[in-house]
């Protein structure tokens, strides 16, 4: 099988493609396989570290109003499709699959035009518009949440997939996750994360849950990844609360950790944003969430990916807005003094878990090449 993975921008979109190509490489090493990105999106250096073959077409997302800017894209989007006629008539495809963004826009359409058979993959709740365009175009369209299939009633065929998973998260168990960070295994465990690049609302309001456990509860273990533009900030707000790191013996304030498998692997309760990404890992382990949806996240989307999760009794939602410090203490205290509130939410999580999401979707998509 010949297939092209077309998506990106973010690592939403980007991180369900690679785990689906090296799930085909993995079990299929026959396949061959090429993504389709931008120059300027995360996957133009993720992808050929990855080790995967990788070609570029011009595109950009529209603004939603009338603007220069929309004249440019005009143009880059018709260059894209051209571009991507080009690469999908050298490489001949069986499928062509996209998983979100605005590059899918050129690549899937283009496909559809040369009747390439094609799938999309929807991380979100509220679907993205580049997905809900290319459904009405598409063969197959599978959705990680079910409450996405009413976005896309035009579509051949829909299908409630999940989000593939990487493979390390559900291998590293608990033991072994607090071994290699220097945890107790026995303690429990608050994980509090804003993402790679850190969110300056979540950190402001965990200065006051630290001082609070590193003051009164020290047999709650937090670890708290303030993010690479935050954490200087969040060191300081520390200090001025007499809070010293590497004096807390029960708190681990970090910019990053790069083996998210270790701590996941650990907590019993964690308070992120509500990427779909983020929430299928959670999902997939079985771990109690607060969530404080990005506000800022397109067509809100994160509000929605968080609400599908509280209304399953998985998380507490949190607005960003409506966040302080003593609200997230207060919902923290209620949560970990109330271990059968937490088992009832960890059963939650768990059932909304998709651990076999990247093999009903390869499935599907061979189905769909061999047709």
Known sequence: MRIVLTGGGTGGHLYPALAIARFLQENYPAT?????????????????????????????????????????TTFKVICGL?????ILKNFAPDLVVGTGGYVCGPV??????????????????????????????????????PEAVTFFRSARRVEVTGLPVRPEILRVDRESGARRLGLDPRCLTLLAVGGSRGARSINQAMVKVIQYYQQEQKNIQIVHIAGNSGFE?????????????????????????????????????????????????IAAKGIPAILIPYPYAAENHQEYNARALERQGAAVVIRDQDLNGNDLLQTVQQLLLNPGQLASMAIAARSLGSPQAV????????LLANR
């Open 359 to 366: 093999e009903k979707i390869v499935s599907l998509l061979k």
């Open 108 to 145: 899937m359409l283009m496909a559809v035009l040369m009747g390439i058979p094609t799938a999309i993959h929807e991380q979100n709740a509220f679907p993205g518009i580049t997905n809900r365009l290319l459904a009405r175009f598409a063969h197959l369209v599978m959705v990680n949440f």
């Open 82 to 86: 051209k571009e991507a006629k080009r």
């Open 233 to 281: 900030e969040m060191t300081k707000s520390l200090q001025e609360q007499g809070l010293f790191l590497g004096e807390n013996g029960n708190i681990r304030v970090v910019p990053y950790i790069y083996d998210m498998e270790n701590v996941l692997a650990v907590a019993d309760l964690t308070i992120c944003r509500a990427g779909a990404a983020t929430l299928a890992e």
């Open 32 to 72: 061959q396989i090429l993504f389709v990105g931008t120059t300027s999106g995360l996957e133009a250096k993720i992808v050929p570290r990855a080790g995967f073959a990788f070609a570029t077409v011009r595109s950009q997302g529209l603004e939603r109003k009338i603007s220069w800017s929309n004249i440019q």
